[in-house]
T-cell receptor, first 118, second 111 residues
Framework: EAGVAQSPRYKIIEKRQSVAFWCNPI?????LYWYQQILGQGPKLLIQ????????DSQLPKDRFSAERLKGVDSTLKIQPAKLEDSAVYLC????????????????FGEGSRLTVL | DAKTTQPNSMESNEEEPVHLPCNHS???????IHWYRQLPSQGPEYVIH???SNVNNRMASLAIAEDRKSSTLILHRATLRDAAVYYC????????????FGQGTELSVKP
């Protein structure tokens, strides 16, 4: 079974530039998550989708971050304009069960996209 | 949100059992307890989860206190490959079942 695919694995940009990350979840998984992990910290949930609808985006800095999940499959996370503090690993995860259920079961994570903002 | 408390770091010897504790005194009765681990330069990996009774799988065992205010992840025989950061995470039922990671416990395994 193919895992969660993310690209690019690494990206270096200058502040005020824009960047986009792509995620392809495991086939059939209803729920998709984007997490931000700053070095030395645990992952922080940015946004949670169920199919192509947003379940939770309370921690997403909406002035610069945006995310979409067209057709309920692939997802894109964009940052525009980037700041130095956005340097982090951006992790995508998916789960089979429906968000809002008492138990979404196991989350499967991708390897992440490492962003460096200079 | 339910908060968790885990030791920052723990050490273990190879082939010995490891007990990783977690306090989650503010958890609600419908919040599942998840454990994930993260090896260096990799995304988090699911280990185990449970609600009330103890759970076992091929990776580990999860012992949940009767009052559900704490739980313990048990690795029966630690290997060098088990060196990772282990996260104890309540799954918040009334917030869409989201998983909020804390700082975790960094486990080192000595040969």
């Amino acid at each position: 079974e193919a895992g969660v695919a993310q690209s690019p694995r690494y990206k270096i940009i200058e502040k005020r530039q824009s960047v986009a990350f792509w995620c392809n979840p495991i086939s059939g998984h209803a729920t998709l998550y984007w997490y931000q992990q700053i070095l030395g910290q645990g992952p922080k949930l940015l946004i949670q989708f169920q199919n192509n609808g947003v379940v939770d985006d309370s921690q997403l800095p909406k002035d610069r971050f945006s995310a979409e999940r067209l057709k309920g499959v692939d997802s894109t996370l964009k940052i525009q304009p980037a700041k130095l503090e956005d340097s982090a690993v951006y992790l995508c995860a998916s789960s089979l069960n429906v968000a809002g259920a008492t138990n979404t079961g196991e989350l499967f994570f991708g390897e992440g996209s490492r962003l460096t903002v200079l | 949100d339910a908060k968790t408390t885990q030791p920052n770091s723990m050490e273990s010897n190879e082939e010995e059992p490891v007990h990783l504790p977690c306090n989650h005194s503010t958890i609600s009765g419908t919040d599942y307890i998840h454990w994930y681990r993260q090896l260096p330069s990799q995304g988090p990996e699911y280990v185990i989860h449970g609600l009330t009774s103890n759970v076992n799988n091929r990776m580990a065992s999860l012992a949940i206190a009767e009052d559900r205010k704490s739980s313990t992840l048990i690795l029966h025989r630690a290997t060098l490959r088990d060196a990772a950061v282990y996260y104890c995470i309540p799954q918040i039922y009334n917030q869409g079942g989201k998983l909020i990671f804390g700082q975790g416990t960094e486990l080192s395994v000595k040969p």
